[in-house]
T-cell receptor, first 116, second 112 residues
Framework: GAVVSQHPSWVICKSGTSVKIECRSL??????MFWYRQFPKQSLMLMAT?????????EQGVEKDKFLINHASLTLSTLTVTSAHPEDSSFYIC????????????FGSGTRLTVV | AQSVTQLGSHVSVSEGALVLLRCNYS??????LFWYVQYPNQGLQLLLK??????LVKGINGFEAEFKKSETSFHLTKPSAHMSDAAEYFC??????????FGKGTKLSVKP
C-alpha cells in the first residue's frame, strides 16, 4: 500500500536553531502534502498544504516565514522550523492522498520536536 | 464549512465489552468521513472511511461505523474490545481543500 516515510521520528534542538522534517512518498507520487501539528492531548490542526512545484498554502495564524515548506519533487516535501522556540515543541505529521485511493489519506509516522 | 464533534474525550470499557465511540459531523456538502487510530508518538492509521454507497462501513481490526445522514453521525463500534484497542481515536471529515478536519479525539482505555 501507499507509504509516507517521515524523518526524523524525534528531534531535540536548542532555541534559535532550525530543524528540517522530511516526508517522502515511497511508492506513489504525492502532488499534494498536508502538514499538521498536534499539541499534547489535542487534535491535529492543519498548518499548511504543499503542492509540488508551487508555493505552499498556509492556514490562518501559521507564520510562513517560520515554517518553511518545500515540495520540490513528487516524492519529497519538507518542513523547516526556523529559529525554533520552546512553544514550537509539538508533534508534526504529514499526510498525502495517494492517487485513486478514494481519500484514504496516508500519514507519516510523525516527528516529535522538542525545543530546549 | 465542515466540522467534527467527538463526544467523550475518554471512554473506558472492559475487555470483551462493546466499544462505542461517538462522532457527529457538520458539512454543507455530502461528507466524506473517516476514523483513524493513533498509538502514542505514532502517526495515524486509517480504520475505515465512508465516501458514498453503503452506509455501514466495515474497517480493520473488527471496527465498523454507520453513516446516518438524518442524525449527522458516524459512530464507531466494535463488538468486543481487546486490550490492543487501547489508543486515541479520531473522527475526521474531508475539508474543502482536500485536507482532513479532525475531531478532538477520544482516548479508549480497555480494562482487563
Amino acid at each position: 500500500g501507499a507509504v509516507v516515510s517521515q524523518h526524523p521520528s524525534w528531534v531535540i534542538c536548542k532555541s534559535g536553531t532550525s530543524v528540517k522534517i522530511e516526508c517522502r512518498s515511497l511508492d506513489f507520487q504525492a502532488t499534494t502534502m498536508f502538514w499538521y501539528r498536534q499539541f499534547p492531548k489535542q487534535s491535529l490542526m492543519l498548518m499548511a498544504t504543499s503542492n509540488e512545484g508551487s508555493k505552499a498554502t498556509y492556514e490562518q495564524g501559521v507564520e510562513k516565514d517560520k515554517f518553511l515548506i518545500n515540495h520540490a519533487s513528487l516524492t519529497l516535501s519538507t518542513l523547516t522550523v526556523t529559529s525554533a522556540h520552546p512553544e514550537d515543541s509539538s508533534f508534526y505529521i504529514c499526510s498525502a492522498p495517494p492517487p485513486g485511493a478514494l481519500y484514504g489519506y496516508t500519514f507519516g509516522s510523525g516527528t516529535r520536536l522538542t525545543v530546549v | 464549512a465542515q466540522s467534527v464533534t467527538q463526544l467523550g474525550s475518554h471512554v473506558s470499557v472492559s475487555e470483551g465489552a462493546l466499544v462505542l465511540l461517538r462522532c457527529n459531523y457538520s458539512s454543507s456538502v455530502p461528507p466524506y468521513l473517516f476514523w483513524y487510530v493513533q498509538y502514542p508518538n505514532q502517526g495515524l492509521q486509517l480504520l475505515l472511511k465512508y465516501t458514498t454507497g453503503a452506509t455501514l462501513v466495515k474497517g480493520i481490526n473488527g471496527f465498523e461505523a454507520e453513516f446516518k445522514k438524518s442524525e449527522t453521525s458516524f459512530h464507531l463500534t466494535k463488538p468486543s474490545a481487546h486490550m490492543s484497542d487501547a489508543a486515541e481515536y479520531f473522527c475526521a471529515v474531508r475539508g474543502s481543500q482536500g485536507n482532513l478536519i479532525f475531531g478532538k479525539g477520544t482516548k479508549l482505555s480497555v480494562k482487563p
